[in-house]
């Protein structure tokens, strides 16, 4: 893309044509925040954990407050202090979890998450947790993916990436990095802070953004146990009439996926499958065609 298309809102409006040699100062129309569940170490280790998994949670401007409103309903609901720093551990054996994750449904946003089986990555420099490299790319890739459905649907977006303070030396540089190198994001006259490292406790959308990807790490890990519907078949066919979905059948923990399917970003043809839910390394993508049989309307 060259000139105004070029500009980090993928799509500007004319009136901010004035400000094409200043930097922006745009309010943001939409933030996304990030964050991960599970850890990049070798998953033969003990405490290792077998997947790491990214959850990219975008909200509009306006709904914010809403989602946020959300989050402070599940800490009320399971004894959390407004000011505590929710994560999902404690939700995941709490006596009110289904109850708390039902609120999550009332959510006004576009999720993708991107499950990495660590043990099918071939390529050692991703393997070796000493590189980061697992963990930068994953901080930068899915924005593709979410942005696409925006684009689609509305011009002038404008919006924020806002990341949870990842722990190690030179991280939040090689992120910064990956997406100065994108051609499409005009960096230079972005607003300063368009990429905004935070703490998690200072945030409930992080806080947000920890919940879905506890729960879809826990959901993906557990498919991992069990064998999976050949929805492939179905796909090539797309005849739309997937025995498991006509029998009704749970495959693993289907609660935790229903939550979310309906926020997970969405191809043309309205399926989630390598768009919001973003299986990998590559090749495994495949198996995981069956949410779109299972779980769309
Ligand atoms: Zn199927």
Request: hydrophobic content about 40%; aromatic content about 10%.
């Amino acid at each position: 893309m060259t000139g105004q298309a070029s500009r980090n809102c993928w799509q500007v409006s004319p009136d901010w044509k004035k400000w094409d040699k200043m930097p922006d100062l745009r309010p943001f129309t939409h933030r996304i925040y990030v964050d991960f569940s599970g850890d990049d170490g070798d998953p033969g280790t003990i405490g290792a954990s077998k997947s790491i998994c990214i959850a990219w949670v975008m909200s509009r401007e306006e709904d914010i407050s809403h989602n946020e409103s959300v989050v402070l309903e599940i800490k009320k609901l399971i004894g959390c202090k407004r000011s505590a720093n929710l994560k999902y551990v404690s939700l995941k054996r709490h006596k009110f979890k289904k109850e708390a994750l039902t609120l999550l449904t009332q959510l006004k946003a576009s999720i993708v998450v991107v499950p990495v089986l660590k043990e099918m990555i071939k390529e050692e420099q991703l393997r070796d947790p000493q590189t980061k490299l697992l963990v930068d790319l994953i901080h930068y890739f899915p924005l593709d993916r979410l942005i696409r459905g925006i684009s689609r649907e509305s011009t002038g977006i404008y919006f924020q990436l806002v990341f949870d303070q990842v722990g190690w030396k030179g991280c939040k540089e090689a992120i910064e990095n990956l997406f100065k190198q994108d051609k499409r994001l005009d960096w230079k006259n972005a607003r300063k802070d368009w990429l905004l490292f935070t703490k998690s406790g200072n945030s409930l959308m992080l806080q947000l953004a920890d919940i879905v990807a506890g729960m879809s790490r826990e959901y993906f890990e557990d498919l991992q146990l069990i064998t999976l519907p050949p929805c492939n078949v179905c796909w090539i066919k797309r005849t739309n009439t997937c025995a498991f979905k006509r029998k009704r059948e749970a495959v693993g923990k289907a609660s935790l996926l229903k939550i979310i399917y309906p926020m997970l970003a969405k191809n043309e043809r309205g399926d989630a499958w390598d768009v919001g839910f973003v299986v990998r390394p590559p090749g495994l993508n495949t198996r995981y065609l069956f949410v779109d049989c299972l779980f769309k309307k």
